[in-house]
């Protein structure tokens, strides 16, 4: 008998909660770090984009209305539905090539713990930084973190422990996000999206497109419906680029990081503040 | 309408050099720029003093003055620089009332604005900074928080001094240093501010004071040496100086404009409501990027409650600044008058009515009526742009969900405000504005503080409170 023939996976994109191919027809080849075939991905376009950017859109109200709690139980699940495909994630990891199968395990360890961290920090945020002001005067003053709303990721290099660390910051504070996947290690990013969309994660909260974050960033970076843009797998050339677009609507803009980032060491909050807004409430006190 | 005799304030109190050079490294210099503006009284259009418009060279010797001063200022141990802060804001106590008949002459806002307003809050914010100074391992900004270096910093004529101490108290109890430009029509206090440092033995160069226009302020932000760029003004500079600033490592805090909506819905206290509305669009003659330009009033209640805002508007007096009765003042420049009534023809163009108070415009200076548009559309300029004058641009709602759309619908997101008696509605409310800043049942409350600054494109980064200090620290 003859060796049973694998089902191969096409790896589309993610948007809105369902997995379609690019409406361009593009796809790409991506090859393990020895140059070996592993699978066609979607090469997503300029319409791909705007339709991730409308259901990000879409997806915010809910999202940030959901209670902190819910948000927190959620990005839970995602990380024990992370844990539960570890080994499949190991395999993809490894077969990219330059990582032994030791170092995938930590990789994915690592991943599942930073959800479980961000995850603990729903509910907490707020109380870190919002304040009740003593004004001088009869006023009750209250001011509190709000997500910004819909933000552009470009996800730095490496298949899936620095990803996980740029989603789960973005959305654990109520965001909703459009991400661009590292380009020659895409396939990692749409497994995690088949995590995504089994983990009660309301549709349309994580958007992911694979292709070239040169073509795809600058779209994102210049739409007027996104709020903020998240530059840190940008190469130099393509932060400045997309720094510039970001100004036409004020978008909040996370630079990329001035030295190398060790995705294995404390993330700190800085990555959940640079998408929140401060909202202070007045109300007078008296009888 | 009441007669009132005139109750003018001396302006004997200020005394205004006929010309004034930069502050840099603590001296007063002479510009290398050979360019020179007068600034007027917006009230007479009298020419009040002449003053340099700094070119590159002179910010290029403000900012390496910052920049000299920067390593004493920064390691001095926060107790000390605290003191140098509360010595400015009692010194500005001292000189309060000579600050505000100044800032009223060279703004033209009434001076029981600025009496009341304006200079008790300069000193509460230059106390409030001068606090944390020495405390900020304790602001949650990490237990060794460090301060920026230079602070390029670019305010507006609105409220000028106010302004000076929202950019300069939180960049000094940071250990920042500081260059900080004056609007072009409004430089007299900044300058003031100026001989204040001088008075408190500030070491030299820890403040610098430009002046000009937006060509200085560009050398400013653009210069290599600025680290952290801190704006207060309009939309368009804003995403000009965010795009200027793209590729750098300088770090960015604007306050851009607003298009704030006031929500009055059929339960408010009808009263307490109008003087709120007359207080959010005509504070400061509406130049208040989060003025409530826009009221939206539930359908139900909207003939009584215009009924209201006119009769109070009949007894609204517009007039000399400096007098105490005066409730409106001038318009702050010629050009800024200019844009009012292009906005105010265009909202007339387009459909919607115009209505002012019988309201005597005196001969000389620049001066608009308070104004209320009644049948006004979402689609018409004067509900879209920011105005920045008395104008009040009236819409209508039924339900709390259409008021809630209607005031989110604009690109800007600085402030609301929500009048209502039932609490709950009032936080529904509050909860679902996509704003910095929401007022409810009062308008254009400030506090050191409280937390300042908008969504959108509104800007970016706080002043004011614990979260005014991370624009100038190094996270």
């Known amino acids: ?287 | 309408m009441f007669e009132y005799a005139p109750a003018p304030e001396s302006r004997d109190i200020v005394d205004i050099r006929p010309s004034y050079g930069l502050f840099i490294n603590g001296e007063w210099v002479e510009p290398q720029s050979e360019a020179r503006h007068k600034t007027v009284n917006p009230a007479t259009e009298e020419v009040l003093a002449e003053v340099a418009w700094a070119g590159e060279a002179d910010v290029d010797r403000a900012v390496q003055a910052a920049a000299k001063a920067f390593p004493v200022w920064s390691a001095m141990p926060g107790a000390e620089r605290a003191k140098y802060l509360f010595r400015i804001a009692r010194l500005i106590q001292e000189r309060a009332r000579e600050l505000a008949v100044l800032e009223t002459l060279d703004n033209g806002k009434p001076i029981r604005e600025s009496r009341d307003v304006d200079l008790p809050l300069v000193a509460a914010h230059f106390f409030y900074y001068a606090g944390w100074a020495d405390k900020l391992a304790y602001a949650g900004f990490g237990p060794d928080p460090r301060p920026l270096g230079v602070a390029g910093q670019v305010i507006p004529w609105n409220f000028p001094l106010l302004m000076l101490a929202w950019k300069i108290a939180p960049a000094l109890a940071c250990g920042n240093t500081v260059v900080l430009k004056p609007a072009e029509t409004t430089p007299l206090t900044a300058l003031a501010f100026a001989d204040i440092c001088r008075q408190a033995d500030l070491p030299p160069g820890v403040v610098n004071i430009v002046t000009g226009a937006g060509e200085t302020g560009a050398a400013l932000v653009n210069h290599p040496g600025v680290d952290k760029v801190a704006f207060t003004g309009s939309t368009e500079v804003g995403r000009l100086i965010a795009r200027s600033l793209a590729g750098t490592r300088k770090k960015l805090t604007l306050e851009l404009g607003g298009k704030a909506a006031n929500i009055v819905f059929e339960d408010a206290p009808l009263d307490q409501a109008v003087e709120g509305v007359v207080n959010g669009i005509f504070f400061n003659q509406g130049h208040v990027c989060c003025a409530g330009s826009r009221l939206l009033v539930q359908e139900s209640i909207a003939a009584d409650l215009l009924e209201a805002l006119k009769r109070r508007l009949g007894t609204m007096r517009l007039g000399d600044p400096l007098d105490k009765n005066t409730d409106i003042g001038a318009i702050n420049s010629a050009e800024q008058l200019a844009k009012i009534r292009e906005l105010s023809e265009a909202g007339e163009a387009e459909g919607a009515e115009r209505w002012s108070p019988a309201c005597p415009i005196p001969d000389r200076g620049y001066w608009f009526p308070p104004t209320v548009f009644t049948g006004v559309a979402q689609s018409h300029r004067i509900a879209r742009e920011e105005i920045f004058g008395p104008v009040l641009s009236v819409l209508t709602f039924r339900t709390p969900a259409e008021a809630v759309e209607k005031a989110n619908n604009t690109p800007y997101g600085l402030s609301a405000g929500v009048w209502t008696e039932k609490g709950s509605l009032m936080l529904w409310t509050a909860s679902r504005l996509r704003a910095g800043v929401v007022w409810s049942n009062t308008f254009n409350r400030f506090d050191p503080t409280s937390p300042f600054g908008g969504y959108k494109e509104s800007g970016y980064g706080r002043e004011g409170g614990r979260h005014g200090l991370e624009g100038y620290l190094a996270l």
């Open chain 1, 1 to 287: 008998m003859s060796e049973r023939l694998a089902v191969n996976k096409t790896y589309k994109l993610f948007i809105g909660g369902a997995f379609p191919r690019s409406e361009s027809g593009r796809s790409y080849v991506v090859t393990s770090s020895k140059g070996d075939f592993l699978a066609n991905a979607a090469r997503a376009s300029r319409k791909d984009a705007r339709d991730a950017v409308a259901a990000a859109r879409k997806a915010f109200p809910g999202w940030s209305r959901a209670t902190a709690y819910n948000r927190g139980q959620i990005l839970y699940r995602i990380a024990e539905m992370l844990e539960g495909r570890r080994a499949q994630f190991v395999a993809e990891i490894t077969a990219m090539g330059g990582v032994g199968v030791k170092q995938a395990g930590e990789m994915v360890d690592a991943a599942v713990d930073r959800l479980v961290w961000y995850a603990g920090w729903s509910d907490k945020i707020g109380a870190v930084l919002g304040s009740a002001n003593p004004v001088a005067g009869p006023y009750f003053n209250l001011s509190s973190p709000e997500p910004s709303g819909v933000v552009a990721v470009v996800a730095p290099q490496g298949p899936l422990l620095g990803l996980v660390s740029v989603i789960a910051p973005v959305i654990v504070t109520g965001n909703t996000c459009v991400v661009v996947a590292c380009e020659r290690a895409p396939l990692p990013a749409i497994t995690l999206a088949e995590v995504l969309a089994t983990s009660d994660l309301p549709g349309g909260v994580v958007n992911i497109l694979t292709g070239s974050a040169a073509e795809i960033a600058p779209w994102l970076a210049g739409h007027m419906d996104v709020n903020g843009i998240d530059l840190t797998g940008a190469d130099p050339e393509l932060a400045v680029t997309c720094e510039e677009l970001a100004a036409e609507n004020l978008k909040r803009v996370l630079r990329p990081p001035a030295a190398p980032v060790n995705w294995l060491a404390d993330p700190g909050i800085e990555r959940m503040t640079a998408f929140l807004e401060t909202k202070t409430v007045w109300h007078p006190i008296g009888v």
